[in-house]
Structure formats: structure tokens, C-alpha cells
């Protein structure tokens, strides 16, 4: 399959980006900008004044000061990185930290969980995705005892339950997900089978074969700890509560003196509105020509000779690689020998 995908791509059949490589770390890229300069005149802009609104005082609310939390704490921890795709946009929908090592999770990373938790005060709802095998099964049991073992020597006022929604024996079932042979190297092999009948099934078969019912089946898992209504109700108390502000507001206001106020106010900026446009105008009238912007060009020096470059007919691109090949070959060769 890797070589069929990389000869697929290289002859063009299959786009590049169409295949997420998942083998290391996502790189750091960096696109650096073209200069685009324009030169003009800066002034001021005579409308950025206070309308009309803006000068009637008016009750505010911060955000910040009025929203609700949901009930628990949500944790999301996958097996694999590859389930990044199905996962971050979940945890952004419900607000939940999320795990992704490449295999099980760390006593380094199962700390900043339970400290995490024991830090927010609400229960901590822990959900594993892990492979449907021995070691994926493991997986929950072993967060269960470590968070445990951290609640009782260093966060006393840690609260959780750990949860094993996916993947499981009757979903690799139901679902006919592909499985591959245990490893030798399993001792649990034995019992494993004896008691499931079945061999491993990896959890990216589902992420990546079905990925709706992957979702379908982690939004399942944190439905019954997360309130659906809760932003909507957030939001009509938040609209009740500045309409009853407003009226009261607007009640306080409602007197000949700041009415009368209010009036000059809009009279001298009105006036001073149009002073600046007045400003502005004559600056345009100006017509000011400004000088040329003159960039130095790049200065350097001879370049050396590379070993292969686009600017050569193919027939010698192709010749120059497999020359160096070669060479390489009867380097590596010769070193063989004489270690030999």
C-alpha cells in the first residue's frame, strides 16, 4: 500500500495533500511574504466620532461575567494522533480537553489531567478511544488506577470517572471492521481470544472507514454529561437581562436636562464632523506627488554549481542522479568489503 500510494502520487493519479502522513510529528512550515509596497498621504478619518448611539448611555455586560459552566469536566483521550481529524472539532463543540499521544498516554500527560481536574472542582469525565486489543483495553484500566493513585497523594480534591466508549469487541462486530493477527509478543494473547474471539482491530479502521459513526459514537459517550440547552438558555437570560437594563436605564435618563445635553452634544459634533471633512478635502486638493519608491536589488555573488537544477535538459538532470548513485553504491560497496 505505501509503495502503490507514493508511485499513485508521483505519476499524478492522486493529489498529495490527499494523503495525511501521520508517521511523525506535523512539521512547522513558514511561507514568507512578498513585499507589497504602497506609498499615500495618512490622515485622519472624520467619521470614527461617536454616533448618535453611541452617546446615549447604555447598561453593559461582559461576557465574561455571564455565562454558565457545564456540569462536568470533559476529557477526551485517543490512542492515536491520527484521530485528530474526527476529535479537535468535538472538543471545540463541547469544550473538552483532549489527549492525542501516539500510544498510551503518559504519566507525564495523565499529571497535567489530574491536576487539570482537580484545579476546574467539577467531576472529571475521562473518555478513552483506544484500539479494540488487549493493550487498548488496558489503556482505560491503567488511567483509572494512575488517576487514582494521584488523587490520593497529591490532589485530594480531585473527582473523576473514566469511561471506555470505543473501541470495543461488539462494535469491531456490528460495525465488520477489519482485524489483524495478535503479535507473538502479547502474553494476553491467549486469554484474549478465549474470551472475545477475536483478534485486534485498530481504532483508526473506524476514524477512518466510518467516520461519522466514530463520531456519532463519541457524541453519544459525552451526551449524557453535557447539557445541550445550556447556551441558548445562557443566551435569552443574557437578552432578558439587558432589555430589563435598558428600560431602566432609559427610565434614569428621561429628564430635560440631559435631553437638552444630549442636543448640544450632537450640535459640536456635527460641527467638528464637518471641520474635519473640510480637512481632509483640502489635503486631496494638495495633489501631492511623492517620490518614487527605489528598492535596492539583491547583490550577490557567484553561485556554486549544484548538483542538479531545473534549468537543465532532463536527459542530463537524470544522468547526473544516476551517476551519483552509482557512485554511492561503489562507496557503500567498498566500505562493506573492507569491514568484512
Same mark, same amino acid.
Given at each position: 500500500?505505501?509503495?502503490?500510494?507514493?508511485?499513485?502520487?508521483?505519476?499524478?493519479?492522486?493529489?498529495?495533500?490527499?494523503? +495525511?502522513?501521520?508517521?511523525?510529528?506535523?512539521?512547522?512550515?513558514?511561507?514568507? @511574504?512578498?513585499?507589497?509596497?504602497?506609498?499615500?498621504?495618512?490622515?485622519?478619518?472624520?467619521?470614527?466620532?461617536?454616533?448618535?448611539?453611541?452617546?446615549?448611555?447604555?447598561?453593559?455586560?461582559?461576557?465574561?461575567?455571564?455565562?454558565?459552566?457545564?456540569?462536568?469536566?470533559?476529557?477526551?483521550?485517543?490512542?492515536?494522533?491520527?484521530?485528530k481529524d474526527v476529535?479537535y472539532p468535538l472538543?471545540?463543540?463541547?469544550?473538552? @480537553?483532549?489527549?492525542?499521544?501516539?500510544?498510551?498516554?503518559?504519566?507525564?500527560?495523565?499529571?497535567?489531567?489530574?491536576?487539570?481536574?482537580?484545579?476546574?472542582?467539577?467531576?472529571?469525565?475521562?473518555?478513552?478511544?483506544? @484500539?479494540?486489543?488487549?493493550?487498548?483495553?488496558?489503556?482505560?484500566?491503567?488511567?483509572?488506577?494512575?488517576?487514582?493513585?494521584?488523587?490520593?497523594?497529591?490532589?485530594?480534591?480531585?473527582?473523576?470517572?473514566?469511561?471506555?466508549?470505543?473501541?470495543?469487541?461488539?462494535?469491531?462486530?456490528?460495525?465488520?471492521?477489519?482485524?489483524?493477527?495478535?503479535? @507473538?509478543?502479547?502474553?494476553?494473547?491467549?486469554?484474549?481470544?478465549?474470551?472475545?474471539?477475536?483478534?485486534?482491530?485498530?481504532?483508526?479502521?473506524?476514524?477512518?472507514?466510518?467516520?461519522?459513526?466514530?463520531?456519532?459514537?463519541?457524541?453519544?459517550?459525552?451526551?449524557?454529561?453535557?447539557?445541550?440547552?445550556?447556551?441558548?438558555?445562557?443566551?435569552?437570560?443574557?437578552?432578558?437581562?439587558?432589555?430589563?437594563?435598558d428600560a431602566t436605564?432609559?427610565?434614569?435618563?428621561?429628564?430635560?436636562?440631559?435631553?437638552?445635553?444630549?442636543?448640544?452634544?450632537?450640535?459640536?459634533?456635527?460641527?467638528?464632523?464637518?471641520?474635519?471633512?473640510?480637512?481632509?478635502?483640502?489635503?486631496?486638493?494638495?495633489?501631492?506627488?511623492?517620490?518614487?519608491?527605489?528598492?535596492?536589488?539583491?547583490?550577490?555573488?557567484?553561485?556554486?554549481?549544484?548538483?542538479? +537544477? +531545473?534549468?537543465?535538459?532532463?536527459?542530463?538532470?537524470?544522468?547526473?542522479?544516476?551517476?551519483?548513485?552509482?557512485?554511492?553504491?561503489?562507496?557503500?560497496?567498498?566500505?562493506?568489503?573492507?569491514?568484512?
Amino acid at each position: 500500500m505505501n509503495k502503490a500510494s507514493k508511485s499513485a502520487r508521483w505519476l499524478g493519479f492522486v493529489p498529495f495533500e490527499a494523503i +495525511s502522513d501521520e508517521r511523525n510529528e506535523e512539521p512547522v512550515i513558514r511561507i514568507a @511574504d512578498e513585499p507589497n509596497l504602497q506609498s499615500g498621504i495618512a490622515t485622519f478619518d472624520p467619521y470614527d466620532l461617536p454616533d448618535d448611539e453611541d452617546l446615549r448611555p447604555r447598561a453593559t455586560l461582559d461576557d465574561y461575567d455571564f455565562r454558565a459552566r457545564q456540569p462536568f469536566k470533559l476529557v477526551i483521550s485517543g490512542e492515536k494522533t491520527s484521530l485528530k481529524d474526527v476529535l479537535y472539532p468535538l472538543s471545540e463543540k463541547y469544550g473538552t @480537553d483532549l489527549y492525542l499521544p501516539s500510544g498510551e498516554i503518559t504519566d507525564t500527560q495523565l499529571y497535567k489531567m489530574a491536576k487539570t481536574g482537580a484545579e476546574d472542582g467539577r467531576k472529571m469525565i475521562v473518555i478513552v478511544l483506544a @484500539d479494540c486489543d488487549p493493550a487498548g483495553y488496558q489503556m482505560a484500566v491503567s488511567i483509572g488506577h494512575k488517576l487514582r493513585a494521584f488523587k490520593d497523594s497529591k490532589f485530594h480534591g480531585l473527582r473523576f470517572s473514566v469511561i471506555a466508549p470505543c473501541l470495543t469487541v461488539e462494535q469491531v462486530n456490528d460495525l465488520g471492521l477489519p482485524s489483524d493477527p495478535l503479535k @507473538d509478543t502479547e502474553t494476553r494473547a491467549v486469554g484474549w481470544l478465549d474470551r472475545y474471539g477475536v483478534e485486534q482491530t485498530e481504532i483508526d479502521a473506524l476514524a477512518t472507514l466510518q467516520p461519522e459513526v466514530f463520531r456519532e459514537i463519541v457524541e453519544g459517550a459525552v451526551a449524557p454529561y453535557y447539557d445541550a440547552t445550556l447556551d441558548d438558555r445562557v443566551d435569552e437570560a443574557k437578552q432578558e437581562w439587558q432589555r430589563k437594563a435598558d428600560a431602566t436605564c432609559e427610565e434614569a435618563l428621561d429628564t430635560d436636562e440631559f435631553r437638552e445635553l444630549e442636543e448640544e452634544t450632537k450640535a459640536c459634533l456635527q460641527a467638528l464632523q464637518d471641520n474635519l471633512e473640510h480637512v481632509r478635502d483640502a489635503v486631496d486638493e494638495l495633489a501631492v506627488e511623492l517620490p518614487p519608491i527605489k528598492i535596492p536589488k539583491p547583490d550577490i555573488g557567484e553561485l556554486p554549481d549544484p548538483l542538479v +537544477s +531545473s534549468d537543465m535538459p532532463l536527459y542530463e538532470h537524470i544522468s547526473i542522479l544516476e551517476r551519483s548513485q552509482r557512485l554511492w553504491m561503489r562507496v557503500m560497496t567498498s566500505l562493506r568489503h573492507s569491514l568484512i
